[in-house]
Nanobody, 122 residues
């Protein structure tokens, strides 16, 4: 089992920045990739981006890659989501996920965090 705990969410003004963290614990050795998804009210959960935990390669939703950056601290078993130039439409619950491969599909991720709320005021 892998446990994921997100942190760093909150309220930010449009144009601002926020950095989310996701700390992994448990059997992290089975985790090859960590991803971020988000879910806005009334919408389906969507892929934000992911990182290969061992190699550091990244994969993003095309529309977000210019503003969002994913990184990881291998020694701390933690991944980060740096979000810049935030827009009101970025308001959502952001979820961290862990799985076996770098993918944009929800089904590729086995473990999920509880989510952290990000609210962008316009």
């Amino acid at each position: 089992q892998v446990q994921l705990v997100e942190s760093g969410g909150g309220l930010v003004q449009a144009g601002g920045s926020l950095r989310l963290s996701c700390a992994a614990s448990g059997r992290t050795s089975i985790t090859a990739a960590m991803g971020w998804f988000r879910q806005a009210p009334g919408k389906e959960r969507e892929f934000v981006g992911a990182i290969s935990f061992h190699f550091g390669s990244t994969y993003y939703q095309d529309s977000l890659k210019d503003r969002f950056t994913i990184s990881r601290d291998y020694a701390k078993n933690t991944e980060y989501l740096q979000m810049n130039s935030l827009k009101h439409e970025d308001t959502a619950v952001y979820y961290c996920a862990a799985g076996e491969g770098l993918s944009g599909l929800r089904s590729s991720y086995t473990y999920w965090g509880q989510g952290t709320q990000v609210t962008v005021s316009s």
